[in-house]
């Protein structure tokens, strides 16, 4: 993702059917892309929080935030991009690591503080959470080997408090 170009906004919703293929519809219909969307429960059970990284311009900002802001189901638009804010993003990988290499990957797992979370004969799992540069810097690392799986969250990002 080119976060130079990206906006990530958080939208607040109505925990109700249908609001999330709304949505996706309202930023497909106009042709717009998401890079990341990231969709779970906010304290109060019955609103929904959306993370939702978008590439584009001011411009493209502007539209997907009137847009959003038209919808009924949305209570809330932030972007957060102009924000003090914190991302994360989890990983899932499963590296092949046949005994002569277990080690190699367990190293590179302990150095950016992934867990291991799964072994198997000839694999690891491994689980990490990180911003977006270092989400690079673990994949980067990951590239020699065999990278038999791999789930990532997407982004989920709030407002850093005062």
Same mark, same amino acid.
């Given at each position: ?10 939208? +607040?919703? #109505? ?17 717009y ?26 411009? @493209?900002?502007?539209?997907v ?5 038209k919808? &009924?189901?949305?209570?809330? @638009? &932030?972007?957060? +991009?102009? $924000?003090r804010?914190?991302?994360? $993003? ?18 590179? *797992?302990?150095?950016?503080? *992934?867990?291991? &979370?799964? @072994?198997r ?7 990490? @959470?990180?911003? #977006?540069d270092?989400? $690079?810097?673990?994949?980067?690392? !990951? ?6 799986? !791999?789930?990532?969250?997407? !982004? !989920?990002? &709030?407002?850093?408090?005062?």
């Amino acid at each position: 993702m080119d976060k130079k170009n990206r906006h990530i906004i958080n939208a +607040t919703v #109505e925990n109700q059917p249908s609001v999330l293929s709304r949505i996706v519809g309202l930023f497909s219909g106009r042709g717009y892309n998401i890079d990341s969307l990231n969709v779970g429960p906010c304290a109060d059970p019955r609103f929904s929080r959306m993370t939702i990284a978008v590439p584009g311009d001011e411009r @493209v900002l502007e539209q997907v935030t009137k847009q959003l802001n038209k919808q &009924v189901d949305v209570v809330k @638009v &932030v972007d957060l +991009t102009a $924000e003090r804010h914190i991302v994360r $993003e989890l990983i899932l990988a499963e590296i092949g690591a046949p005994k002569a290499k277990r080690l190699e990957v367990m190293n590179i *797992a302990s150095m950016m503080h *992934a867990e291991v &979370v799964g @072994v198997r004969e000839n694999s690891l799992l491994l689980q990490f @959470v990180g911003d #977006e540069d270092q989400v $690079e810097d673990f994949l980067r690392l !990951l590239r020699p080997y065999t990278i038999i799986n !791999l789930a990532r969250s997407g !982004l !989920l990002a &709030v407002i850093r408090g005062e």
